[in-house]
């Protein structure tokens, strides 16, 4: 029952005990008289408590926008770490240490068994190898060392 409808039907009930002319100094009266108004007061305090409700309820809304633009902010620098993190993580980028040409390779090669080397595609040396690297010139050995794969960053 809405609250408005029982306050109604108590503000009948309160002039239907004077309509009536019932004597509200009898016992039947006066009884009368208090459960009608107590009725009054449980219409009061459901009032009271359907606007704390409704306050609570626009509260929550409220919460719920504010925490649903912030899913929304959180999902998307998510998804555009992902990408950079992707593309991050699909090439590795080393300079050539003769000619200084940029020399891109997938980075999952050096997930393959055995010695993987990547060659400058310009000059034809070698800008990366996953070989011991005894083998190599000592000169050789130093710029490798140099040019680690760039440096991935992680979200
Ligand atoms: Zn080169």
Redesign the pocket.
């Known amino acids: 029952m809405a609250v408005e409808e029982l306050r109604e039907k108590v503000a009948y009930l309160q002039g239907l005990v004077n309509g009536l002319g019932i004597n509200t100094a009898s016992n039947e009266g006066r009884m009368l008289n208090e459960i009608i108004g107590v009725l009054a007061q449980v219409a009061q305090a459901m009032g009271e408590l359907k606007q704390e409700q409704e306050q609570l309820r626009e509260h929550l809304e409220s919460l719920d926008e504010d925490l649903y633009d912030l899913e929304d902010e959180v999902y998307e620098e998510r998804a555009a770490g992902d990408k950079e993190e992707e593309a991050e993580e699909d090439y590795v980028e080393v300079e050539?240490p003769?000619?200084h040409?940029t020399v891109c390779f997938a980075s999952d090669v050096l997930d393959d068994e055995g010695v993987v080397e990547v060659t400058?595609p310009?000059?034809g040396?070698v800008v990366f190898t996953t070989e011991v690297e005894d083998t190599l010139e000592e000169t050789e050995e130093e710029k490798v060392a140099g040019q680690e794969p760039a440096e991935r960053v992680r979200g």
């Open positions: 050539c003769d000619c040409e400058c310009k000059c040396t």
